[in-house]
């Protein structure tokens, strides 16, 4: 049963959780109302419509292979939207720091070299990545907001905290990844 109320849908059963897990949520339906309004969001981040479909596909593939994981605390849709916006964040960190490698080290010449070259950076990009997951979340908050293109004053008023402390927690993070990546 659909029912709506405003500009949200309500799905009966998508509220319905018990002890932190989805019951009776009726994927067929929560896909049909809302694949549509989810690719029209990513949109707004990628502008690239196949990409966005493929983002959402994604992200109701990971909602049903976890059903019986997930911890979602208020709505279905709210964790779809989060979802979405997340999957958009990370693919437009991904295309930038690809973008930065390759003006930075990709050859001008020689096509062979070239691809050997471009494994070779798209695993760095990955232990990158690895690395970042493994700091603490406020130094792996700062970072991806930088990734993002974010100044640090932008960065400071979003996580509510003073330049000078992004600055330390943004040196900190620098350090270990360092350490980390050190070959």
């Not at 020689?110 to 232990?127: H, P």
């Not at 979003?158 to 360092?178: C, D, E, F, W």
């Amino acid at each position: 049963m659909i029912c709506s109320y405003g500009r949200s849908i309500l799905i009966k059963g998508m509220n319905d959780v018990e002890e932190g897990r989805i019951i009776n949520l009726n994927f067929e339906i929560v896909f049909e109302t809302t694949f549509a309004r989810l690719v029209k969001y990513a949109n707004s981040f990628l502008n690239d419509f196949n990409l966005c479909e493929d983002l959402v596909q994604e992200v109701f593939l990971r909602l049903w292979e976890k059903r019986n994981e997930l911890q979602i605390q208020k709505s279905v849709n709210e964790y779809l939207f989060r979802s979405v916006r997340n999957k958009c964040i990370n693919t437009i960190r991904n295309q930038k720091m690809e973008e930065i490698y390759q003006d930075e080290y990709l050859p001008k010449s020689g096509e062979e070299q070239f691809f050997s070259f471009q494994n070779s950076t798209e695993e760095n990009i990955q232990l990158l990545y690895c690395a970042i997951e493994h700091l603490t979340p406020k130094r792996k908050q700062i970072l991806n907001y930088g990734l993002l293109g974010l100044k640090n004053q932008e960065i400071a008023e979003i996580m509510g905290i003073s330049v000078n402390t992004l600055k330390t927690q943004k040196s900190h993070a620098y350090r270990k990844l360092r350490s980390m990546l050190v070959v």
